[in-house]
């Protein structure tokens, strides 16, 4: 398996009051005009009918702050707990689309599926980027980039969760010309 992936927490659901959150590592970006992701679900997880009815959700990306939140979420089940309550996170509510974003998660993207594919174990929901919401601390007053090197990210490696590291290099640094 190709290793390591980010583990996300997807928001679906058609309101605050009518949403849950699930633990997906399968999830990545597949095009870059339209932006577009994909995410993969079991059929038999609780939120997976949520994101089918709606044909929306929300991916966010998770921190070291919220490995247990994220963990916790990824082993229950929504039929049988309110993740909002167990995992004390803080549901906000959507922009674009019905279901919430989660506060303490320093990107969130909401999407809109453009389609299904049967695979197996899993169901692919591919989807559209609709909107991204970013924790504006992280948002270079300089360049208005995105500072993803400061939101202490995780990742998710053969069952263990992992806080990424220092910045090696950006693209094309490989032949850049030196000064």
Request: net charge negative.
């Given at each position: 398996m190709l290793y390591p992936v980010p583990p996300v927490l997807i928001t679906c659901g058609a309101s605050i009051k009518k949403s849950n959150m699930l633990t997906?590592?399968?999830a990545g970006t597949i095009c870059s005009d339209p932006a577009m992701l994909?995410?993969?679900v079991r059929p038999e997880r609780f939120s997976y009918g949520m994101i089918k009815e709606t044909m929306e959700f929300t991916v966010n990306l998770t921190t070291a702050?919220?490995?247990r939140a994220t963990d916790w979420a990824g082993v229950r089940?929504?039929?049988?707990?309110n993740k909002w309550r167990e995992t004390g996170l803080t549901p906000v509510e959507g922009v674009k689309v019905g279901c919430p974003s989660i506060a303490e998660s320093p990107l969130s993207i909401e999407c809109r599926v453009r389609q299904i594919i049967p695979l197996g174990t899993h169901d692919m929901f591919i989807a559209e980027v609709i909107n991204v919401l970013a924790?504006?601390?992280l948002?270079?007053?300089e360049?208005?980039?995105f500072r993803l090197e400061n939101a202490n990210l995780m990742t998710?490696?053969?069952g263990a969760y992992y806080a990424l590291g220092e910045k090696l290099g950006k693209f094309g640094f490989s032949v850049q010309k030196k000064k």
């Open positions: 997906v590592a399968w994909s995410i993969s702050a919220m490995a089940s929504g039929r049988d707990y924790d504006e601390s948002i270079d007053p360049t208005g980039a998710y490696s053969h």
